[in-house]
Nanobody
Framework: QVQLEESGGGLVQAGGSLRLSCAVSGRTFSMYTMGWFRQAPGKERECVAAISRNGVFTSYADSLQGRFTISRDSAKKTVYLQMNTLKPEDTAVYYC????????????????WGQGTQVTVSS
């Protein structure tokens, strides 16, 4: 059974940093593109960042302006999202998902999702 478990969310002041982790179990981690998504109250879920199977390619939402970094550790079967200079508008539930084997991924490729972790940024 495939499981994705996010951790690392919490409450942080504007300008602060958080690192989210997503531990993957039940499948061959290196075969899948991975992505981080977020959903704020009343808004649609959006893709924040994605990383290719081998970690060579990454993509980010334009709105992030270089503040976030996605990475992966195959030995630990974990994907990370380093979030710096956080803003109140970054407040959302953050989800990780696996996205199939192709690059760049399509939204429909993301088939298995974690339960999400709440990130709240106070002003």
């Amino acid at each position: 059974q495939v499981q994705l478990e996010e951790s690392g969310g919490g409450l942080v002041q504007a300008g602060g940093s958080l690192r989210l982790s997503c531990a993957v179990s039940g499948r061959t981690f290196s075969m899948y593109t991975m992505g981080w998504f977020r959903q704020a109250p009343g808004k649609e879920r959006e893709c924040v960042a994605a990383i290719s199977r081998n970690g060579v390619f990454t993509s980010y939402a334009d709105s992030l302006q270089g503040r976030f970094t996605i990475s992966r550790d195959s030995a630990k079967k974990t994907v990370y999202l380093q979030m710096n200079t956080l803003k109140p508008e970054d407040t959302a539930v953050y989800y990780c998902a696996d996205g199939g084997s192709s690059w760049p991924p399509k939204w429909a490729d993301f088939g298995t999702w974690g339960q999400g972790t709440q990130v709240t940024v106070s002003s």
